[in-house]
């Protein structure tokens, strides 16, 4: 008979809709590849080469403040743009009008910023106090807010990536905001499921999933009033985790939520059962559409908060 721990099946995203290959059984297999040590790194709360703390010069010529908590910048090597002038291009095989282009480019407007998290160089998020916490979360809120509402801006996504092997090029507590003029592939494919499954059911997909996995509760890291963290059922990566907002809201909902959070925290529920999502929920479909569209939600390469 089938079973989801033993046989090689094949899992459905209904975020982005895909498949995912899985294969149980190959945790089985002996493994003698490769094998990551721990970095032994003990790094000084304050180091005159890095470009990313206090006062000192980043690579792009200017110097940074004495910042004593968070400081943005925008990225000196910035992948995106605001002042890049509109166009595309495109070229067909042939020259039969209206013919399909095979080379096909538009132009994008943006901006990368920056965000240090704290002046000292030896921490990381989960090391810092919950007031230095509280104040990245500030930070976030309000990049977010103003990167959104400029007009060429349409989505905008908060990340960290952390560490040498994830591709950080600075050991130095920081995170980065990419805001762009279109919706990345994911994310659109992502916000067309859930406004379908709206429209078909009157009920948000990810609240559904959420309370099937609170039923199951097998792939639930952890919970507190406003949050769930979880490995979805579809989860590609070894880490990959999924953070689902308790209140059904919309992204700028969503983002005071985040806010109110870090507010709570630590709260004696955070390591309690979690308790039932609200049912005052003031969900506007419209409104949900309109400024889900505009501005994602918070978002890392794989660990995602959506609504
Ligand atoms: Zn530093």
Not at 291 to 304: L, N, W
Request: glycine content about 4%; proline content about 10%; aromatic content about 8%.
């Amino acid at each position: 008979m089938f079973n989801l721990s033993n046989h090689p099946h094949r899992r459905y995203n209904p975020l982005n809709r895909e498949w995912v290959l899985v294969s149980p059984h190959r945790t089985q297999r002996p493994w003698q590849g490769q094998v990551e040590q721990t970095p032994p790194e003990r790094r000084p709360a304050y180091d005159p080469t890095c470009y990313l703390c206090p006062g000192n010069e980043r690579a792009g010529g200017e110097r940074n403040p004495n910042y004593e908590h968070t400081f943005v910048f925008t990225n000196d090597f910035a992948a995106l743009l605001l002042d890049t002038p509109e166009g595309e291009f495109t070229r067909a095989a042939g020259d039969t009008p209206g013919e399909m282009p095979l080379l096909h480019a538009v132009s994008e407007r943006g901006t990368s910023r920056v965000v240090c998290f704290s002046p000292r160089h030896d921490l990381t998020l989960a090391e810092m106090d919950l007031a230095a916490l509280t104040m990245v979360v500030d930070v976030w809120v309000a990049q977010y807010n103003d990167l959104g509402a400029q007009p060429p801006i349409n989505y905008v996504q908060i990340f960290e990536n952390r560490g040498a092997m994830m591709g950080a090029s600075n050991p130095h507590p920081h995170g980065q905001i990419w805001a762009t003029e279109h919706l990345p592939l994911n994310v659109a494919r992502e916000q067309d499921a859930q406004t379908e499954y709206y429209a078909t059911n009157d009920r948000t997909l990810l609240s559904d999933y959420l309370e099937l996995e609170m039923k199951d509760g097998a792939r639930i890291v952890c919970a507190n009033d406003h949050f769930v963290a979880l490995v979805p059922f579809w989860a590609v990566w070894p880490f990959e985790t999924l953070v689902i907002s308790r209140p059904r809201c919309c992204a700028r909902r969503l983002c005071a939520s985040l806010w109110l959070a870090s507010r709570c925290w630590p709260n004696p529920s955070a390591i309690s059962p979690p308790k039932p999502p609200p049912n005052d929920c003031d969900l506007n479909p419209r409104h949900t559409t309109a400024v889900g569209s505009r501005q994602e939600a918070v978002s890392s390469s794989k660990c995602t908060v959506l609504h």
